[in-house]
């Protein structure tokens, strides 16, 4: 007995002829209002954006956070002072890993280039 082999036909894409299409469709979804769900990483993004313009500032002294930020950052005693208690709470968790250490000295380099105003008072 013989096996007959099955062939199959590939055609060839055209891509140039794809990418019309999927513009197309693209048009005609805007013209009915249908969006497309985002990516997880698209919300994710659109999220931070939206939380960094819109997050409330905090005033606290200038001097009086860099000294509690240098001497206790690694308990989060700035974030506290800064009325950040989910943070503070956080750095208070890790304190024994170090890893507020290394957000401390984050915090303090963006904390030391900012002017006061006449107060003594800066905006985090």
């Known amino acids: 007995m013989r096996k007959s082999q099955n062939t199959k036909v590939v055609e060839r894409i055209d891509f140039t002829k794809l990418a019309l299409l999927e513009d197309e469709l693209h048009e005609v979804e ?3 209002g249908k969006e497309k769900p985002l990516k997880l990483w698209q ?3 659109d ?3 939206d939380w960094r313009e819109n997050r409330q ?3 606290v002294n200038r ?3 860099i000294l509690l930020t240098i ?3 690694w308990a989060g005693i700035h974030r506290f ?3 950040r ?3 503070g709470l956080f750095y208070l968790a890790l304190c024994w890993s170090g890893f507020p250490v290394a957000l401390a000295i984050v915090d303090l380099i963006i904390a030391l280039p900012m002017k006061a105003d006449e107060g003594g008072y800066i905006l985090i």
């Open 63 to 65: 001097r009086t956070y």
């Open 30 to 32: 805007e013209q009915y």
């Open 43 to 45: 919300r994710l993004g």
């Open 85 to 87: 208690w989910g943070l």
């Open 81 to 83: 002072y800064e009325k």
């Open 47 to 49: 999220w931070y954006f």
């Open 57 to 59: 500032r905090h005033q």
């Open 71 to 73: 001497f206790l950052g």
